[in-house]
């Protein structure tokens, strides 16, 4: 049974850095991609990016040069870094299991990040 379970969510003023972590257990996880994902009140989820096997990175627009995705492999944890955040960053964000077609096939239950103006 796959489980994902975030953490490092919170409250920060804008500009500042906030660091997720995602440890995941029930997969054999230097095999699969993982992602972030947000979804903001009133709004739909969306792809904050994805990080590959093979360690390469895809990202939304929106957080390209101010997020980054990192895994670790030893211990089945991915990471988003997320730095010169903005109001419009607060959201739950929440971790996935991301197949082959980019669709996502688990999800953790998510954490919420509030960026205050």
């Known amino acids: 049974q796959v489980q994902l379970v975030e953490s490092g969510g919170g409250l920060v003023q804008a500009g500042g850095s906030l660091r997720l972590s995602c440890a995941a257990s029930?997969?054999?996880?230097?095999?699969?991609?993982m992602g972030w994902y947000r979804q903001a009140p009133g709004k739909q989820r969306e792809m904050v990016g994805i990080i590959n096997f093979d360690g390469r990175t895809d990202y939304a627009d929106s957080v390209k040069g101010r997020f980054t995705i990192s895994r670790d492999n030893a211990k089945n944890t991915v990471y988003l870094i997320m730095n010169s955040l903005k109001p419009e960053d607060t959201a739950v964000y929440y971790c996935a299991k991301v197949g082959r077609r980019r669709d996502v096939e688990s999800w953790g239950l998510g954490t919420q990040v509030t960026v205050s103006s």
């Open positions: 029930g997969i054999i996880f230097r095999f699969n991609a």
